[in-house]
C-alpha cells in the first residue's frame, strides 16, 4: 500500500469499511507494526513503531474534558508551564490563545470550558491541541461525522488555513461530497491496496464511489415523488430539531422503510422523535390519520402503538440482572397490562415460554438472567420485547449491530412476519447491507435532510453507498435529488 | 429433518444448561444464605444460652426493639429499588417521634389527632426529597442527607433540645405496642407493611417498574415508565414508612428524645443492603430485608447475653454493613463470571 502526501496539502483518504484506512493510520501511529516497508518523512527513513513522529491524530471521539477549561485541555496535551513547581496560569491561559493564533484562528476564551462550546469549535480545539506537540502532519478521523452543515463548513475553513501555514492534513472521511472543493488530493483503498491516488479536480464523485465499491455503477438518481399512500400509517410532515429535519415522508401499513445515512446524519433522532424520546422542534406526525400531539412522552407513544428498539443495546434495551420474563416483560405498557393488575408467575412464565420458543433464543430459560445470554441472543429477547407490545409501528434503529449471522437472519425473518402482520417498521440503520436486503424502500439522509429515496431493483448496497456518501457533502450537488 | 432439528435442539440445549447446571448450586446457596444463617444464629444461641436466649421475655424484647428498625428497613428498601439512597430515614424517624410527643403533650392533641398530622408531616417530607432528586436533579444522597440534616434541626427546635417527657399519655397510645399474649403488636405492623410491600414489589407491574429503573434508567424511560414518577413515589412510600417508624417507636418509649434517630440508620441500611444478598440475590428484597433485621438483631442479643459490653454493637453494624456489601459485590463479581462462561458455551452452541 502507497500514500504520499505532499507539504501543505490536504490529502483526502478514502475507502468503505475494511478498506485498510484504520490500520494505515494505526501503524503511522504506532500501534501496530509494519510487516513491510518504509514510511519516509521529509525524505528520510523514520520508523513509526519505534519513534514516535511529528504526526498528531485527532478522532472522531476528539478525547476532550467537557468540565475542564479550553486552556487546561490545550495544558493536558502539551503540557502544564510551571514555575517553581507550581502551575503558571497566565502562561497556560496565553499559550492555549498563541496556539490558536499560529493557525490564524481567533481563539476563544481559554478560561471557558470546553462543555460550552459549539461542536465545530469543539472540533478545532481538538485540532489546535494536537499541533500544540509541534506537528506537521495532522491526520483527522471523520472529523466532520457529528457537526451540522455549518458547522462543518467552519472546520472546512479552519483547515484550509491550516495548509496555507504548511502543515499537512490527511483527512479520512465517508462523506465524499465535502471532499470536493477541500482536499487537493485524494488516495483511494480497497482490500487494504491502493487503487487510485489522483488531484481531486480530476476526478468525479461516480469515479470515487467505483473506486472504493471496485465494480462500475449505475446511479439511480430516484426522482420518485413521495409516495401518497392512500392511508398512511405514518405521515411526517417537515418534522425537525436540532439535530434533524425538516423531513416529511410517509410509510404504509406492511411496509418496511429505511432511514439510512452514515454515523452522524441525523437520522437517529427522526425516528427518536417519532417515538417521543426526543422532542421536535416543528413539524407534524399523523399516525393513522391522527395528529400526535407534540409534547407527548414515550409512554403515551407506546400507548398509540409506537415501539422503538433502540440501537445501544447495553446500555439502552438491555435489563441487567434481571431475569428474561422481566426483561420479556419489563413493563406495564409492554405486557399489555394495567400497573397496580397483579402478575402472576406462572402465567408469565408461559408467555416468556412461548416468545424464547418462537425466536429460538438460547438459552430457552424464561428464569436465565439477560447477563448470561450471547448478544445476539440477548438482541432477540429485545426484539422480541417490543413484539410483545404490539406495536403498529416499529423503529428499529440497527437491529441487528454487531450480531452473529444467524440471528441476524433470524431477525429480518422476525421483521418481514411483523410486517405482513399489518405493522409499519421504520428501520434507522448504518448498515446498507441490512437495508438492502430487509427494506421496501430507503430513504437516504445526509446533513439532517432526505437527500434521496431508493427503491424496488435501485435499492442497492452500491446505489445506498453512492448516495449516503455523495449525497451528504456540504459542497456536493452531484447525486443528490434534492432535499425531502 | 424433524429428527436433526431435534439433535441440534438437544446439542445446544446441553451446552447452554452446562453453565447453569454449575451455577445452580451457588444460586441455591445464594437464595437461602440468609434463611440459613438465620437458623444457625439461632441454634448456636440456643445451646450457649437455653434458658435465657428461647425465653418469651428475651423474643419480645428484641421483635418488639427491633421493629422500629424493620419498619425502617423497609421504608429504605423502596428507594433503594431504584438506587436511590434516602439518608434521611433516621433523622426522619427521630422528628416524628418528637412530634408525635410533643403534639400531644405540648399542644394537647389527641393521639390520633398526632398521628395524622405525623403521617400527613411525613409524607409531605417524602414528596420534598423526590422533588429535589428528580426535578431539581440533586444527587439523592447529597438531596436526602441534606433535607434529614434539616429535619434534626426541626425536632431539636420544636424541642428545645430537651427531652420531652409524656406523663400523662393516654393508655390506648401506649397499647399501640403491647404484647398482646405472646405476639408483639410492633411486629404485627411491620408483617402488614411487609406484605403489603412484597405483593407490591413481587406481584404488581409498579414494583418491577422500580427494579427495571434500578437496573437501567435509561433503558427503563425507553419502555415508557416514567421514571420520575417512580423514583418520587419511592420517596413518598419511605416517608411514610418513616413516619410510621416514628409512631411506633414514640408509643414504645413514652418520651421524645430529639437527640434518637441518626442512630437508626445504619441498622437499617445494613439490613436491606445485608438483605440483598438474598432471596434475589443482586437486588433488595421484603424477606431479605426482614431475615437481615432478625439475624442482626438476635446474633447481637445471643453475644450480649453471652456478656459482650454495650459498644459491641457499634462493632457489629458496622461490621455488618461492610460484610454484607462486600458479600454482595463478590456474589454479583462471581455471578458475572458464570454469565460470561454462560454466554460463551451458549454462543459456542449457536
Not at chain 1, 497566565?90 to 490564524?104: G, K, T
Not at chain 1, 428464569?367 to 407490545?389: H, M, P, T, Y
Not at chain 2, 424493620?70 to 428498601?77: G, I, K, S, V, W
Request: glycine share 12%; proline share 5%; with cysteine.
Amino acid at each position: 500500500m502507497d500514500l504520499a502526501v505532499g507539504p501543505g496539502e490536504i490529502h483526502a483518504l478514502v475507502g468503505e469499511n475494511g478498506a485498510g484506512k484504520s490500520t494505515l493510520i494505526k501503524i503511522l501511529a504506532g500501534v501496530h507494526q509494519a510487516d513491510a516497508g518504509e514510511v519516509r518523512l521529509l525524505g528520510e527513513r523514520v520508523d513509526p513503531y519505534g519513534a514516535s513522529l511529528p504526526l498528531s491524530f485527532v478522532h472522531q471521539d476528539l478525547g476532550l474534558v467537557d468540565e475542564l477549561s479550553v486552556g487546561e485541555n490545550v495544558a493536558l496535551v502539551a503540557g502544564f508551564p510551571r514555575q517553581a513547581g507550581l502551575i503558571d496560569w497566565p502562561r497556560v491561559w496565553a499559550r492555549a490563545r498563541e496556539i490558536y493564533l499560529a493557525m490564524a484562528v481567533a481563539p476563544p476564551d481559554p478560561r471557558l470550558p470546553v462543555g460550552a462550546l459549539s461542536a465545530a469549535s469543539k472540533a478545532v480545539l481538538g485540532i489546535v491541541r494536537a499541533l500544540a506537540r509541534q506537528a506537521r502532519v495532522v491526520v483527522l478521523d471523520e472529523p466532520t461525522a457529528a457537526l451540522p452543515e455549518p458547522d462543518a463548513a467552519h472546520l472546512f475553513d479552519v483547515l484550509r488555513r491550516l495548509r496555507a501555514s504548511g502543515c499537512s492534513v490527511i483527512y479520512v472521511s465517508h462523506r465524499l461530497g465535502e471532499l470536493f472543493g477541500l482536499a487537493d488530493r485524494v488516495t483511494v483503498l480497497r482490500d487494504g491496496r491502493r487503487v487510485r491516488a489522483a488531484a481531486m479536480a480530476e476526478i468525479t464523485p461516480q469515479q470515487l464511489v467505483e473506486d472504493m465499491l471496485g465494480r462500475s455503477l449505475e446511479l439511480h438518481h430516484a426522482a420518485h415523488p413521495v409516495e401518497n399512500h392512500a392511508r398512511p400509517l405514518l405521515a411526517v410532515a417537515a418534522l425537525e430539531n436540532a439535530q434533524a429535519g425538516p423531513v416529511s415522508f410517509q410509510i404504509g401499513a406492511g411496509e418496511i422503510v429505511g432511514l439510512v445515512g452514515l454515523r452522524g446524519a441525523g437520522h437517529e433522532a427522526i425516528g427518536r422523535m417519532i417515538f417521543g424520546a426526543l422532542r421536535p422542534r416543528g413539524g407534524e406526525i399523523r399516525l393513522d390519520g391522527t395528529l400526535l400531539p407534540a409534547g407527548e412522552d414515550v409512554a403515551a407513544r407506546i400507548a398509540r402503538g409506537v415501539a422503538l428498539l433502540p440501537g445501544d443495546r447495553g446500555r439502552e434495551s438491555a435489563l441487567g440482572g434481571m431475569s428474561l420474563i422481566e426483561n420479556l416483560l419489563p413493563s406495564a405498557a409492554i405486557g399489555g397490562q394495567r400497573s397496580w393488575r397483579p402478575l402472576l408467575p406462572a402465567r408469565e412464565r408461559r408467555r416468556a415460554q412461548a416468545v424464547l420458543d418462537r425466536l429460538d433464543v438460547r438459552p430457552r430459560d424464561p428464569a436465565a438472567l439477560i447477563d448470561w445470554l450471547s448478544g445476539g441472543n440477548q438482541q432477540k429477547v429485545f426484539v422480541g420485547r417490543w413484539l410483545e407490545a404490539k406495536a403498529r409501528l416499529y423503529v428499529m434503529e440497527e437491529p441487528t449491530a454487531g450480531i452473529d449471522i444467524g440471528a441476524k437472519f433470524a431477525i429480518h425473518g422476525l421483521l418481514a412476519d411483523v410486517a405482513r402482520g399489518g405493522a409499519g417498521i421504520l428501520v434507522v440503520s448504518s448498515d446498507f447491507e441490512e437495508v438492502a436486503a430487509l427494506c421496501d424502500r430507503a430513504l437516504v439522509i445526509g446533513r439532517a435532510r432526505i437527500t434521496s429515496e431508493l427503491r424496488g431493483p435501485g435499492l442497492t448496497v452500491d446505489n445506498l453507498v453512492a448516495h449516503a456518501s455523495i449525497g451528504a457533502g456540504a459542497e456536493a450537488g452531484a447525486g443528490a435529488s434534492g432535499g425531502g | 429433518m424433524d429428527e436433526q432439528v431435534s439433535t441440534n435442539e438437544r446439542l445446544a440445549d446441553t451446552a447452554a444448561a452446562r453453565p447453569h447446571a454449575s451455577g445452580r448450586l451457588a444460586d441455591l446457596t445464594a437464595v437461602y444464605g440468609l434463611a440459613v444463617v438465620f437458623v444457625l444464629v439461632m441454634v448456636v444461641f440456643g445451646i450457649l444460652r437455653p434458658n435465657s436466649f428461647f425465653s418469651t421475655m428475651n423474643m419480645n424484647a428484641v421483635l418488639v426493639g427491633q421493629s422500629v428498625t424493620a419498619m425502617l428497613a423497609l421504608a429504605e428498601m423502596v428507594p433503594l429499588a431504584t438506587r436511590q439512597f434516602d439518608l434521611s430515614v433516621g433523622f426522619h424517624l427521630g422528628m416524628a417521634h418528637v412530634l408525635m410527643i410533643g403534639l400531644q403533650v405540648q399542644q394537647n392533641l389527641s393521639w390520633p389527632a398526632a398521628a395524622a398530622i405525623v403521617l400527613a408531616v411525613a409524607l409531605l417530607v417524602g414528596a420534598l426529597n423526590g422533588i429535589l432528586i428528580t426535578r431539581f436533579g440533586i444527587d439523592s444522597f447529597i438531596a436526602t442527607m441534606g433535607l434529614g440534616t434539616l429535619l434534626y434541626g426541626v425536632s431539636n427546635w420544636y424541642s428545645g433540645g430537651a427531652q420531652i417527657t409524656g406523663l400523662n399519655l393516654p393508655a390506648s397510645f401506649a397499647n399501640l405496642t403491647e404484647v398482646i399474649g405472646y405476639i408483639p403488636l410492633p411486629a404485627v405492623y411491620v408483617a402488614i407493611v411487609a406484605v403489603i410491600l412484597w405483593v407490591v414489589t413481587e406481584r404488581l407491574p409498579v414494583g418491577r417498574a422500580l427494579y427495571v429503573i434500578g437496573a437501567s434508567p435509561r433503558a427503563a424511560e425507553l419502555l415508557g415508565i416514567r421514571t420520575k414518577l417512580y423514583i418520587g413515589g419511592a420517596f413518598v412510600t419511605s416517608g411514610l414508612l418513616s413516619g410510621i417508624a416514628g409512631i411506633m417507636l414514640a408509643s414504645i418509649l413514652g418520651t421524645g428524645t430529639p437527640s434518637v434517630g441518626p442512630e437508626y440508620l445504619l441498622p437499617a441500611f445494613a439490613s436491606t443492603l445485608l438483605g440483598a444478598t438474598s432471596i434475589h440475590p443482586g437486588r433488595v428484597n421484603v424477606i431479605g430485608t426482614l431475615l437481615a433485621v432478625l439475624i442482626l438483631a438476635f446474633s447481637f442479643s445471643g453475644v450480649q447475653q453471652l456478656g459482650a459490653a454495650f459498644y459491641v454493637q457499634y462493632f457489629f453494624n458496622g461490621g455488618i454493613l461492610i460484610v454484607a456489601v462486600g458479600l454482595s459485590v463478590y456474589a454479583a463479581a462471581r455471578r458475572r463470571a458464570l454469565a460470561a462462561a454462560g454466554a460463551g458455551k451458549a454462543g459456542a452452541a449457536d
